[in-house]
């Protein structure tokens, strides 16, 4: 990535917009410097955006000025990226890109956050073209820095598709569950049923009870292992076991808890189980800019 910088005016950083304030490699300020940069949350239909105006002030304080909430796969807001990459070039110096009447840029961000959808969805939107790039709902769908992509033909933009890059060190668990819950992580790394109980914990914290509608369950619960029993006998997703018992072996039928996690997270990520914002929690500890 750093090799291809000395191709690209601007720097296209896309994140979730469900942790618009964690999570972000803070590797990618660092090594790429001093190019103009948007930030794109994207997936802004899964995200509770009540307190947009907090989350923009927020990153402002970080000196981050050009954010924009998309939703790549209906086209949500796409139109405005390309205006404003043009304008921030624009306003820059280009350095030994000066004379280029073409502009290109680069495309980064952590592992499946909607890199490719982005690309795909600007072709689809200022070309009408199709999928350039290679997309799909789990991490490290795109392994190396693509060639070139032409995403618009006035003006002439191209973009470079990267590979999702994560920090190399998590500042913290929860900042880690909140990674895997948005699918930045592999499920299985950090274990489905730990990643169905941090899910269940933060509904019921921000009191988000679409799971209880969602499932037919009697009522909100704590209990992680009573939740996903309920799940796995109303989706019938039950196992045979033997067990060994003094007179011989008999078959119990046990509820298939992995299935009935691998379903409750499926089922949020899909959004029904209602819009989220998993940063509420650094939300609140931020100090309001005073206007």
Do not use: W
């Not at 660092?30 to 989350?55: C, F, R, S, W, Y």
């Not at 989706?235 to 033997?242: I, S």
């Not at 996690?261 to 029904?272: H, P």
């Amino acid at each position: 990535m750093q090799s291809s910088l000395k191709l690209v005016d601007c720097i296209i950083e896309v994140h979730d917009a469900r942790i618009p304030l964690s999570g972000r490699n803070p590797l990618f300020q660092e090594t790429l410097g001093l190019k103009p940069h948007v930030l794109v949350l994207n997936k802004m239909d899964l995200a509770d955006l009540k307190e947009q105006q907090k989350i923009i002030q927020h990153l402002e304080g970080e000196g981050l000025k050009n954010v924009v909430f998309t939703n790549c796969l209906q086209g949500e807001n796409v139109k405005q990226i390309i205006p404003t990459v043009t304008g921030l070039v624009g306003s820059s110096c280009r350095y030994h890109r000066g004379e280029s009447l073409e502009y290109c840029a680069m495309v980064i961000g952590i592992p499946n956050v909607g890199k490719s959808s982005l690309i795909n969805a600007l072709r689809r939107q200022h070309l009408r073209k199709g999928k350039a790039t290679r997309v799909g709902g789990e991490p490290g769908i795109t392994r190396a820095v693509m060639s070139r992509i032409q995403v618009c033909e006035r003006p002439l933009m191209f973009l470079l598709d990267t590979p999702g890059v994560l920090a190399p060190r998590i500042e913290s668990v929860e900042m880690g569950l909140k990674l895997a819950l948005c699918g930045t992580v592999l499920d299985h790394l950090v274990g489905e049923e730990t990643l169905a109980d941090y899910l269940l914990y933060t509904l019921n914290r921000h009191q988000l009870f679409g799971y209880v509608r969602h499932y037919g369950l009697g009522g909100a619960c704590d209990d992680i292992a009573s939740v996903l029993k309920q799940v796995a006998v109303r989706l019938g997703k039950t196992q045979k076991v033997k067990v060994l018992t003094g007179t011989g072996d008999v078959n119990v039928i046990q509820p298939n808890y992995p299935a009935a996690a691998r379903d409750f997270l499926q089922t949020f990520r899909r959004g029904l189980l209602g819009p989220v914002m998993l940063d509420r929690d650094v939300l609140q500890r931020s100090p309001v800019a005073e206007p």
